[in-house]
Every structure is written in C-alpha cells, then in structure tokens.
C-alpha cells in the first residue's frame, strides 16, 4: 500500500508561482512512477507530469512551466509551477503506479486527496 498527501495548494494571481508538495508513505517508493493530474471544475481529469528515477514527461500543454521532480531521501514529490494563468485553476492529484510513465490516470494504482489551486485574473 501507498499512501499519498498532497500539500501546497493555494490562491494565486496569474504570472504566480506555486510548489505542490506531495508526501508518500508505503515500501519501495523508489521503483514507482509517481504523477500529478489535474482536475477542473466540469472537465476530465488530465495528466500533468510524471517521474520514475531516470526519466520524466510533462504534458505539452505545460512544458516550460511546470516541473516536476522527486526527492526520495524525503519520500516526497514536487510540483513546481510557474507563470500561472487562469485556466490552471483545478484540484490537483498526485498519483503512483509500479510500473513506468503513464499519462492515463486509470493506470495508477494510487491517488491522493487533492490539492486546490485557484489563479485569479
């Protein structure tokens, strides 16, 4: 079992920038692939970006923007975003598969509460 808690979320103007935080507990946590997704208010969930220990992928759409990165001596997941815009407004799941990169959100095994992020125009 994995256990994940998001952290970070909050009001922000656009042109901001936020850092999500997302904590893990469980065994091995190195060998999994962990990932953000988003969720807006009437819309799909969608990827965000994932990482394993050699390789990462971000969504086209938030290249440049949004990094993601891992800390494994912390347990930990990050997720930094920068020059915010209004559409970025959702709650934001971190996720975690034992297999690699996904972009599909029914592929993870695991899901976090959620964090919200709301970018004022």
């Known amino acids: 079992q994995v256990q994940l808690v998001e952290s970070g979320g909050a009001l922000v103007q656009a042109g901001g920038s936020l850092r999500l935080s997302c904590a893990a507990s469980g065994r091995n946590l190195n060998l999994y692939t962990m990932g953000w997704f988003r969720q807006a208010p009437g819309k799909e969930r969608e990827f965000v970006a994932a990482?394993?220990?050699?390789?990462?992928a971000h969504a086209s759409s938030m290249k440049g923007r949004f990094t993601i990165s891992r800390d494994n001596a912390k347990n930990t997941v990050y997720l930094q975003m920068n020059s915010l815009k209004p559409e970025d407004t959702a709650v934001y799941y971190c996720?975690?598969?034992?297999?690699?990169?996904?972009?599909?959100?029914?592929?993870?095994?695991?899901w976090g509460q959620g964090t919200q992020v709301t970018v004022s125009s």
């Open positions: 990482i394993t220990q050699s390789d990462n």
């Open positions: 996720a975690a598969r034992s297999l690699g990169i996904a972009t599909i959100d029914s592929r993870y095994d695991y």
